[in-house]
């Protein structure tokens, strides 16, 4: 067996083409493969756009551990705190005749502080999918320790138990599976190497009915013969083989089942106590409840799932699968997510080294845009990221109604756990509730105006236009203001200028934030470090006002923009207006803008 290659020397030189992905359906992207489911970091030079963020920038916070306190301590805004498990529970209202989920769990932290968790709804509510509601005694509240089916979070805990083995020279990442395998090789799967399991980038098909053969044997034979959809490397297809897979290297290699490898290099160090693979009988009553399973919705006729895995292959598996399996606590999530922005330690136990945590934030699939992905981890997925997403915020969701949103910049984190499949996997999609609790916490993260106690802030709402005009004096030739903002690439600011208010023509700006300068024609839209800018336009002869617009499309939605610190000069250099001054101040006209301290 080859020695693995130092973790960040295995990197160079790995970023191939990726298709078709599965995404939010909301925005018509394409959907194949199944419906599953630190400090701030410095901005880095670019001489063609804004300041960005990777992973090599991310500062990690080792020593910080999951504390409760209040969205104070935490460095957050109380009012989009509240927010948050306000806008959880709202989706347990018929939507539009029935719940997105009978109950629901939320955490949300920032600096290691849990500023909100809290329960709502029913864990345990319907007999079966008709639906026939229990009766009312036998209904179980949801409690903020609750045990979830954490359905494809699970392979998350794969990939950290692939790394561990990665950093200890026993797995090559850029080795074919089949150097640990050698039987998967049939059938054009020679060329598959590790890395592109952890990336879903194999070319293997979504699954197989693992639940079809009986004993792992037979289901190993069934993946082994199997052909792929695609030439690995070629092809973004969301697969739980691929993690299946992993599951079969990594007992080969260690001689460990998985279970094994998670709880003792994972769980057990990092003290999370409620979260493993098939929980014991005594536990059910903090179980939440999944689907009723029949065919031909489901591949099983099970009855109503609680206590054991819901995903049918997971269940063919004896519960213990690389793709799903996994029951954990909101609680013990955040241990995990602050393991992560701690750099792989929390408190004394070492999970994982800072290069190989790095490797989570590092995006492979740089070909396939709406495709990028770290290992295990998908990155900047506004259809559950929201406001939230970055070129480094990572994250995951589950197909029974889980997920969990990590953002490095803002060192936080949010966590929502649901039912969403109980009793029916036909209810649809969570995902509206998903970008809900994202979206709040990215608000409730605060931006401090760059001159004075506030800046105009255009705010976070879809399909709108914000409009703020100022008036300028006669001669104003140059303006300058401060300049923060992070939107979703498709919805776009503008600064425009107009002789007569009727008339808007946009103008070209020149932006610096730090020791990055960079040019637009007026429009500006996208991620551009969370930091302010200093921006300078020239006015045309005879411009009597100008105005900074933000349109916002239908879905998905960016933490926005803000506006200081505006002045104008003349040619002379003389100051003509001043935002700051309190008589400037009052001629501004908002609409949709708003003064905003944070």
């Given at each position: ?25 909301v ?7 199944p ?22 920038d ?16 935490a ?8 927010a ?8 347990m209202?018929?939507?539009?005749t ?26 345990l509510?319907?007999?079966d ?11 179980i ?8 089916d954490?359905?494809?979070?699970s ?8 790394i ?8 090559d990442?850029?080795?074919?599976v089949?150097?640990?395998l050698?039987?998967?090789a049939?059938?054009?799967?020679g ?7 952890l ?21 190993e034979?069934?993946?082994?013969a199997?052909?792929?959809?695609a030439?690995p ?13 992993m ?8 001689g460990?089942t ?14 999370m ?13 903090r179980?939440?409840a ?6 031909p ?10 206590g054991?895995?819901h995903?049918?292959n997971?269940y ?14 909101a609680?013990?999530?955040a ?5 992560i ?27 396939f ?11 900047g ?15 995951h969701?589950?197909y ?8 490095p910049?803002s ?15 036909n ?8 970008r ?21 802030f ?12 100022a ?6 030739s ?14 776009t ?9 009727k008339?808007w ?6 932006l610096?934030a730090?020791?990055t300068?960079?040019t ?8 551009a ?26 879905a ?43």
């Amino acid at each position: 067996m080859r020695r693995a290659l130092p973790i960040f020397v295995a990197l160079a030189g790995l970023c191939a083409p990726v298709a078709a992905a599965h995404a939010d359906p909301v925005k018509g992207a394409s959907t194949a493969g199944p419906v599953r489911k630190g400090a701030s970091a410095p901005a880095r030079t670019s001489a063609a756009g804004p300041p960005t963020v990777t992973a090599a920038d991310l500062r990690f916070t080792p020593g910080r551990e999951i504390r409760y306190g209040s969205p104070q301590r935490a460095g957050l805004l109380p009012d989009a705190v509240a927010a948050i498990a306000k806008d959880a529970a709202g989706y347990m209202n018929p939507s539009p005749t029935t719940p997105l989920y009978p109950g629901a769990v939320v955490l949300a932290a920032r600096n290691g502080v849990v500023a909100e968790h809290e329960a709502m709804g029913y864990a345990l509510r319907y007999a079966d999918d008709k639906p026939t509601e229990l009766p009312r005694d036998q209904w179980i509240p949801m409690r903020k320790d609750t045990i979830f089916d954490l359905a494809s979070m699970s392979k998350l805990f794969t990939t950290v138990a692939a790394i561990q083995q990665i950093q200890r020279g026993r797995i090559d990442l850029n080795a074919t599976v089949a150097t640990y395998l050698p039987g998967f090789a049939q059938n054009g799967k020679g060329a598959i190497t590790v890395r592109e399991l952890l990336t879903h980038t194999s070319g293997l098909r979504p699954d197989l009915p693992f639940y079809n053969y009986s004993g792992r044997a037979a289901q190993e034979a069934a993946l082994f013969a199997d052909t792929p959809q695609a030439t690995p490397g070629t092809a973004y297809i969301y697969s739980d083989l691929n993690m299946i897979t992993m599951q079969f290297v990594l007992e080969k290699v260690t001689g460990k089942t998985l279970d094994a490898l998670v709880r003792d290099g994972i769980t057990g160090p990092l003290g999370m106590r409620d979260t493993g693979y098939n929980p014991p009988a005594s536990e059910k009553p903090r179980i939440a409840a999944t689907e009723y399973e029949h065919k031909p919705d489901a591949a099983l006729d099970r009855g109503l799932v609680w206590g054991q895995v819901h995903d049918e292959n997971s269940y063919a598996l004896g519960g213990v699968a690389g793709h799903a399996g996994v029951f954990s606590t909101a609680h013990d999530i955040a241990i995990f997510a602050q393991m992560i922005l701690d750099g792989g330690r929390y408190g004394h136990a070492r999970v994982l080294s800072e290069d190989s945590v790095r490797l989570l934030f590092t995006d492979f699939n740089t070909a396939f845009p709406g495709n990028a992905h770290g290992l295990g981890f998908e990155i900047g997925l506004r259809w559950y990221e929201d406001a939230m997403a970055s070129p480094v915020t990572i994250g995951h969701t589950g197909y029974t109604g889980t997920s969990i949103v990590i953002d490095p910049i803002s060192r936080s984190f949010v966590i929502l756990l649901t039912n969403r499949v109980h009793p029916s996997r036909n209810w649809g999609s969570i995902n509206p509730a998903r970008r809900a609790v994202a979206h709040d916490l990215a608000r409730a993260v605060p931006v401090r105006p760059a001159d004075g106690r506030d800046a105009w802030f255009s705010q976070m709402n879809d399909g709108t236009t914000a409009t703020l005009t100022a008036p300028m004096p006669a001669g104003a030739s140059r303006l300058s203001f401060h300049l923060w903002y992070d939107t979703e690439e498709t919805d776009t600011g503008v600064l425009e200028t107009s002789p007569d208010g009727k008339t808007w023509t946009p103008a070209p700006l020149s932006l610096r934030a730090g020791r990055t300068a960079w040019t637009v024609n007026g429009a500006f839209s996208g991620f551009a470090g969370r930091r302010w800018a200093t921006a300078t336009a020239t006015l045309p002869a005879g411009t009597t006002s100008v105005r900074w617009r933000y349109t916002t499309d239908p879905a998905y939605e960016g933490r926005g923009v803000y506006v200081d610190g505006v002045r104008a000069r003349d040619a002379a250099g003389r100051l003509v207006f001043d935002g700051e001054r309190p008589a400037d101040a009052a001629r501004f006209q908002p609409v949709g803008w708003v003064r905003s301290a944070n």
